[in-house]
Structure formats: C-alpha cells, structure tokens
C-alpha cells in the first residue's frame, strides 16, 4: 500500500534539496503536489521530475515570508486539487556564518522572516484550509540547531528552536480538530544550503560531506531522500498518533 494516496499535499522551497527530494517522495507514494519555491526555475525543474515518474504536480511561485504570497499559495492549491491534506513548510534559509556581535539586523531579520514569520504563515493558512475539509497533517523543518546551539548562526539556530515551539502550539490548539502538526530536526544534509555553510566557513577549501561527516556519529551527512521517507511517513495514516513532536533524523548527532 502507497502511503498518502489520493492525498493533496503542498511543499514549500521545493525547487532543491529537501524539499525537491519530499515533493518526489509525495508523488511516488501516491500524491499530488503543489510545488511552490521562491524561485521558478527550480520549482518548474522539480515538477518536471515529478510528471516525469508518471505524477501529477502544479508550480506556484511565492516567498515564504509574505502574507498574501502564502495565501494565494494555499488557494491555488485548493483552487486546483480541490483540497489540502498534507504540507511540509520546508523553505529555509541559513543566513550569515559569523559570531553574534558580528551579526547584523538584516541577515537577522530575514532569516526570521523566512523561517520563522514563513512557517507561522503557512501553518495559519494550510490550518485555516483543513478545518474546511475535515483535518490534515503538517511538517516543519526545524534542524538539530533547533535543539542545540551551532556556533555561527545564532538567527538560524534561534528561528529553528522557536519552530519547534510554534508545532508544539499548533499540535495542542488543532489536535482535537484532526489536524497533526509535527517538526523534524535534521543533521547535515547534502544540499544547496550545506554547501554553502561549508563554503562560508572554509572558503571553499572543504566540501559539505568532509567538513561535517566528522560530527555525525553515523559517519556521514544525510540526503533529501532519507529525509523525505520521515516526512511523507509524518503525514501518512501511519503516523496516526503523532502529534506535537520534534524528531531527530540526524545519524545520531544529538545523541552526543
Ligand atoms: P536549500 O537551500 O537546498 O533549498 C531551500 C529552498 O528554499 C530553495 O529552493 C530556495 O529557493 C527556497 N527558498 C528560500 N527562501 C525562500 C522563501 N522566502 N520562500 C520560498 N522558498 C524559499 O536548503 P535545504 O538544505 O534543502 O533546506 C530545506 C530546509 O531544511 C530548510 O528549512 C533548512 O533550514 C532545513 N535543514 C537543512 C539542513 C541541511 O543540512 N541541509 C539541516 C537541517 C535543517
């Protein structure tokens, strides 16, 4: 048996990485999706993928971070499949390397905008599209940076904690409403956005997998694919009894 078949399910900053790889996962195990990125070309590249392996995907440009964006998002989605079951809020940025006093209000800003201000958007707006039919289940991406503390990125590591807070709410306000609300706290994944750490604390003279493999007991960093199994799993009848969580998929580095 599929996992989500039949289901609608909706993924943001699915033009790459993780959310390229969950947007996939939803299809093969039974979905359709919205696709939605910032970015067109790599939203459009993702749905191209997905029809390519026989499913069925629609592309919607919106920035995570503006209200009316993410509205018409969650109607476009209703507006073409009908309904919303399931939503992964994965858009995400990882700002500036560089120790607190050296932040500055502006990278700070907009990694709260994005990860912070994007996920309680999207939660009000997919939240406000479920009671309609019935319930639904929800993923946000927080990281182990939401459970622990990553010298140099003290605007991601504060947005990441405070996700785990807004599910923990979320859960609790809609669970007798049939609405599952949990997050997942990844380890290094191989992906855009660890390329770019690596680079920012490096100059390039390291890659992701080397720089990082070294903190994950397992030995190695993650995929978007490994991942994603997490996430469709989170949003599949399976995970019926899960709500409010925050889980570690992260080769044993919180573990430590
Ligand atoms: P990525 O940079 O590879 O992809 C992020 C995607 O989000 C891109 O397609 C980008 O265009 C899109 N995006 C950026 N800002 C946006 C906005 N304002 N509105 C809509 N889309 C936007 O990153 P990734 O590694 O796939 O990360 C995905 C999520 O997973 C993020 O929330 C990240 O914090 C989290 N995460 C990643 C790792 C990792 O090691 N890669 C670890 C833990 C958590």
Aim: charged share 20%; proline share 2%.
């Amino acid at each position: 048996m599929v996992l989500v078949q039949g289901k609608i399910a909706l993924v943001t900053g699915a033009g790459a990485g993780i959310g390229r790889a969950t947007a996939l996962k939803f299809a093969e195990e039974g979905a359709k999706v919205v696709v939605s990125d910032i970015e067109s070309d790599g939203g459009e590249e993702t749905v191209d993928l997905v029809r390519k392996n026989g499913g069925d995907a629609s592309f919607f440009k919106a920035d995570v971070s503006k209200a009316d964006e993410v509205q018409a998002m969650v109607a476009h989605t209703v507006a073409t499949y009908g309904r919303l079951d399931c939503a992964c809020n994965n858009a995400g940025i990882e700002g500036t390397l560089a120790p607190m006093a050296e932040q500055t209000e502006e990278s700070f800003d907009r990694v709260v905008a994005v990860n912070l201000r994007g996920v309680f958007l999207c939660l009000r707006a997919e939240i406000t599209a479920m009671l309609k039919t019935g319930g639904g289940a929800i993923v946000n991406l927080s990281s182990v940076a939401g459970l622990i503390g990553f010298a140099g990125l003290s605007p991601y590591v504060a947005s990441k904690h405070a996700i785990n807070g807004l599910t923990k709410n979320a859960a609790l306000e809609y669970a007798k409403m049939g609405i599952r609300v949990n997050s997942i706290c990844p380890g290094g994944i191989d992906t855009r956005m660890l390329d770019s750490l690596a680079e920012q604390a490096t100059g390039g003279s390291m890659a992701a997998s080397e720089m990082m493999a070294p903190l994950h007991p397992i030995g190695r960093i993650g995929t978007g694919d490994e991942v994603s199994n997490l996430i469709v799993w989170l949003c599949s009848p399976r995970a019926s009894f899960v709500t409010g969580a925050h889980i570690a998929i992260d080769g044993g580095y919180v573990a430590q």
